[in-house]
């Protein structure tokens, strides 16, 4: 008797957009896989905040990053929309704080949620243990390689300054 296949936060089609954006920005899939889980966006939603903005998606990204993003062309209803490109973004977005931010490994990654202390913490803590199980499920189901966040950062930030 074959085991059942555990229940999966994301849809198929989300686990691939989600590893093909981490492959092509250089960010742990599991991570970005952990971040979709936790937001648990959906397409086409939008989420108001209480400082009046609002997350939007499926990786529920904040139209807070949109101003300085619509010189590029890129509006909310193609952050909203379903398919890779939500994924593509939060990558995107995902490395530049592990690039540019300060902070341990997973403080740089919670700033994807909020710089506030308390609330990054808290997602910190949280998205750490959801990439800790898709780590697991990845290695399980992909050929994976490991790699030591302070090398994957010190990696990042060296291809960065070439």
């Known amino acids: 008797m074959m085991d059942a296949q555990p229940q999966l936060p994301l849809e198929t089609a989300q686990i691939q957009c989600a590893i093909a954006a981490a492959i092509h ?3 742990p899939a599991n991570v970005l896989l952990a971040v979709a889980e936790q937001e648990r966006g959906r397409a086409n939603t939008w989420v108001r905040n209480e400082n009046g903005s ?3 998606g499926v990786m529920q990204f904040n139209t807070t990053y949109l101003t300085q993003l619509q010189r590029y062309g890129i509006r909310p209803e193609h952050v909203a929309s379903d398919g890779c490109y939500p994924f593509l973004l939060a990558s995107w977005r995902i490395k530049g704080h592990l690039v540019n931010d300060t902070g341990g490994f997973w403080t740089r990654v919670a700033n994807y949620h909020s710089r ?3 609330y990054n913490q808290r997602y910190a803590t949280s998205v750490a243990q959801r990439a800790n199980r898709w780590a697991t499920w990845l290695e399980a189901h992909y050929p994976t390689r490991t790699l030591d966040p302070k ?3 010190q ?3 060296a291809r960065s300054q070439n």
């Open 25 to 27: 920005y250089e960010v």
């Open 151 to 153: 090398d994957a950062t």
């Open 116 to 118: 506030t202390p308390y």
């Open 54 to 56: 609002h997350d939007i």
């Open 155 to 157: 990696r990042t930030l």
